[in-house]
């Protein structure tokens, strides 16, 4: 079946200019991450959504970086006045909502964001 | 202190070679271990996991656990070039809301020459 489905897999953008990264997750699974992975590190947590509401954001490094899932599905993830420190590759995983040992992240391969 | 420390490498070595991949850990709370692959531009993949001490076998593949040490290691028996990747360890801690928060360590990047 499909996997998760990040677009766009490349973005350019300048400095102070305000761009959005898509998520779409495996269908049926109710949990989403977001997490970053900067050059030569592994990913970093960044944001998780069970259904609509975040429910943990502590992840986000400041108030520019803002995520939606509106219907439980796919996932937006905002930024504003991009900076060049936000040069990153943006993974979305996804997963199934229990306990259980088979619910490992399933990944996307990335939206690779480069702030010029 | 990081939760998870690993040797980012790069490490080469030839076709056939036996791999050893090694990790650290912080907190002697964590239960739940993983290994994660991941190819040039690419998503991570879940290789392997394990949630006790003790070696854990999976083809070529075989993952230890530590916990007196906080130790987690990945073999790679007769290692081939498509094994040429990054290998990210990870420890995996569930919250108190039901969803798991898990912690990568740097990755090491390795690769296999024919």
């Known amino acids: 079946g499909a996997g998760v489905s990040q677009t766009p897999s490349n973005k350019v953008t300048e400095k102070g200019k305000y761009v959005e990264l898509r998520c779409d997750p495996i269908?049926?699974?109710?949990?989403l991450y977001w997490y970053r992975q900067s050059l030569g590190q592994g990913p970093e947590f960044l944001i998780y959504f069970q259904g609509t509401g975040a429910a943990d954001d502590s992840g986000l490094p400041n108030d520019r970086f803002f995520a939606v899932r509106p219907e439980g599905s796919v996932s937006t993830l905002k930024i504003q006045r991009t900076e060049r420190g936000d040069s990153a590759v943006y993974l979305c995983?996804?997963?199934?909502?229990?306990?259980?040992?088979?619910?490992?992240?399933?990944f996307g391969n990335g939206t690779r964001l480069t702030v010029t | 202190q990081k939760e998870v420390e690993q040797d980012p490498g790069p490490l080469s070595v030839p076709e056939g070679a036996i791999v050893s991949l090694n990790c650290t850990y912080s907190n002697s709370a964590f239960q739940y271990f993983m290994w994660y692959r991941q190819y040039s531009r690419k998503g991570p993949e879940l290789l392997m996991y394990t949630y006790s001490s003790g070696n854990k076998e999976d083809g070529r593949f075989t993952a230890q656990v530590d916990k007196s040490s906080k130790y987690i290691s990945l073999f790679i028996r007769d290692s081939q070039p498509s094994d040429s990747a990054t290998y990210l360890c990870a420890i995996r801690v569930w919250r108190s809301g039901g969803y798991q928060k898990v912690t990568f360590g740097t990755g090491t990047k390795l690769q296999v020459i024919p």
């Open positions: 269908s049926g699974h109710t949990a």
């Open positions: 995983a996804s997963s199934l909502s229990d306990r259980g040992a088979d619910s490992p992240l399933h």
